[in-house]
C-alpha cells in the first residue's frame, strides 16, 4: 500500500480541475452574469450549486461506491443501471461534450485570427483530436502530463484573465435582463446544468480513481480520501473561474450588450481590455482547457465501452475520437441547440441518483427507494427535454401546471412526494438492507 505525497495529490488536484474545466465553464458564466446584472448574486449562487456543488457531490458518491457509475447505480439493477450509463457517457462523449471541446476553442481561440470558414475548422480540429489521442491512449500518464505540466500553465493563464476582470472591468454593473429578474436564482441554477460538470462527474469519477491506481495506491480508503480531496481542490478552483467570469459578464454590458453569447462576451472584453495580446490569451485559455477536458472525456469513454463491449481500449478511443472530430465539422450553434434537451432530460436523473446514493445509510432497501424515485424521475426528465427541444405541443397540459414547470423544474414536486412515499413502503416492508446489485 503507497500513499501519495502533497506534490502528487496536489497535481490530483490540478489534473481534475482541468478535466472539469472546459468549454462551457468558459463560455457560460459571462453570459449569465450579463443577463443576471445587478442580480448578479443569486445566479451566481445558482450557478455554482449545479456547477460546482453537484459534481462535488458526485465525485464523493462515486467515491464512497469504489468511482465507478457501476456501483452507483447497482441498486437500480443491471439492465437499468448500464442503459443510464450509456446514455451519459454518449451525452457527455461523442455526441455532445467532447465535439464541443473543439468547435469552441477554434471558435474563441483560433478563429478571430483565422477567419471562421469551414475548411479552418477541420484543420483545426484534426490537430486538436490528434492532440486529444495522443494523451488520451496513455490513461496512467494523465497526472504527470495533465496535472503537472498543462494545468499550471492553465491556471497562470486563467490568473490573469480573472485577475483583469475583477481589477480592470469594462464598465459597472448592468441591467438585469429577461428571466433573470423575477429567477435568477433558478435561472443562475439552470445556466449549471449546460456546464455538463454533474454529468462529467459521473464518470470523470473513474478517470480519478485510476490515476490514483496508477500511482501505486492499492488500498479503497486511500482512494475514496484522495479522490475527494482531488474533488474538492477542482471545486475551490472552479468556483474562482465562475465568479470572475460572472463579474466579467455583469461589467460587459457596456461593450458586448448585442452578444449573442459568452464567446462574444469573452472576446470583446480581451480586446477592449488586452487588444491582441487578449486575443492570444484567450486563446491558449481556451484551447488548454478544452483539450485537457476532452482528454477526460474520451478516456472515460474508452474505459467504460472498452468493458461494456468487446472492443480494447484503443480502438474505443480511436472510434470515438473520430466521430467527435466529424461532429464537432457541424458548428456549435447545433451542438447547442441539440444537447440542451438532453441536458435537461439527464440532469434531473444525475441529480436524484447522487442525492439518494449519498442517504443509502436511511434506506432499509436501496432497490426500493431507488426504482420508483428515479422512474419518475425519468417521467418529468423526458417531458421536460421534449418541452425543451420546442415540442411542447407533445406535452400533456397537466405537466405544464406543475410548481416550477415553466423553469424546467417541474420534476422536483413529484419527485419528492414518491421519495416520502417510497421511505414509508420501505419502513412498513421491514428489513431489507442488501441492494440490488
Known amino acids: 500500500m503507497n500513499a501519495l505525497k502533497r506534490p502528487d495529490i496536489l497535481a490530483l488536484g490540478f489534473m481534475t480541475f482541468a478535466l472539469f474545466l472546459g468549454a462551457g465553464n468558459i463560455i457560460f458564466p459571462p453570459s449569465a452574469g450579463m443577463a443576471a446584472g445587478e442580480n448578479i448574486g443569486l445566479a451566481a449562487l445558482g450557478f455554482l450549486l449545479t456547477g460546482v456543488g453537484l459534481p ?3 465525485i464523493v458518491a462515486l467515491a464512497r461506491v469504489g468511482g465507478g457509475m457501476a456501483q452507483l447505480t447497482a441498486p437500480l439493477g443491471k439492465g437499468a443501471g448500464i442503459l443510464f450509463a450509456v446514455a451519459v457517457y454518449l451525452a457527455i462523449g461523442p455526441l455532445f461534450a467532447t465535439p464541443r471541446t473543439a468547435v469552441v476553442s477554434f471558435e474563441m481561440g483560433v478563429a478571430p485570427f483565422v477567419g471562421n470558414s469551414a475548411t479552418s ?15 488520451a491512449l496513455n490513461p496512467g500518464q494523465l497526472v504527470d502530463r495533465v496535472g503537472k505540466f498543462i494545468t499550471p500553465v492553465l491556471l497562470a493563464a486563467l490568473l490573469v484573465l480573472g485577475g483583469a476582470a475583477l481589477l480592470l472591468p469594462a464598465g459597472e454593473i448592468g441591467q438585469v435582463a429577461g428571466d433573470y429578474q423575477a429567477a435568477p436564482f433558478v435561472q443562475g441554477f439552470l445556466q449549471g446544468y449546460l456546464t455538463m460538470d454533474t454529468l462529467g462527474a459521473l464518470v470523470f469519477g473513474i478517470v480519478i480513481a485510476t490515476a490514483i491506481r496508477d500511482r501505486g495506491v492499492s488500498d479503497t480508503a486511500l482512494v475514496t480520501r484522495y479522490s475527494m480531496i482531488a474533488g474538492l481542490i477542482a471545486a475551490v478552483g472552479l468556483s474562482l473561474v465562475y465568479l470572475a467570469l460572472f463579474y466579467l459578464g455583469a461589467t460587459s454590458q457596456g461593450i458586448a450588450g448585442e452578444a449573442q453569447n459568452g464567446v462574444q ?4 472584453y480581451v480586446q477592449h481590455t488586452f487588444g491582441t495580446a487578449g486575443s492570444l490569451l484567450l486563446a491558449v485559455v481556451i484551447t488548454l482547457a478544452c483539450l485537457t477536458t476532452a482528454v477526460g472525456l474520451l478516456t472515460a469513454c474508452g474505459e467504460f465501452f472498452s468493458k461494456l463491449l468487446p472492443f480494447s481500449y484503443r480502438t474505443v478511443v480511436v472510434t470515438f475520437g473520430l466521430f467527435s472530430l466529424l461532429v464537432a465539422n457541424q458548428g456549435l450553434t447545433q451542438l447547442i441547440s441539440f444537447s440542451i434537451p438532453v441536458l435537461v432530460g439527464l440532469y434531473p436523473l444525475a441529480i436524484v441518483l447522487v442525492g439518494l446514493s449519498l442517504l443509502d445509510g436511511f434506506w432499509l432497501s436501496s432497490a426500493r427507494i431507488f426504482r420508483p424515485v428515479l422512474a419518475v424521475t425519468l417521467i418529468f426528465g423526458l417531458v421536460d427535454g421534449i418541452a425543451a427541444a420546442g415540442w411542447g405541443d ?7 401546471q406543475l410548481p416550477l414547470a415553466d423553469q424546467s423544474l417541474g420534476w422536483l414536486l413529484p419527485v419528492l412526494v414518491t421519495l416520502l412515499l417510497a ?8 428489513d431489507g438492507k442488501t441492494a440490488v446489485a
Open 121 to 135: 475548422l477541420l484543420i483545426y480540429s484534426l490537430a486538436f483530436f490528434a492532440a486529444v489521442l495522443f494523451l
Open 423 to 430: 421511505v414509508i413502503a420501505d419502513r412498513v416492508l421491514g
Open 56 to 58: 462535488l457531490l458526485t
Open 265 to 268: 462576451i469573452l472576446t470583446a
Open 394 to 400: 407533445w406535452v400533456p397540459a397537466v405537466f405544464s
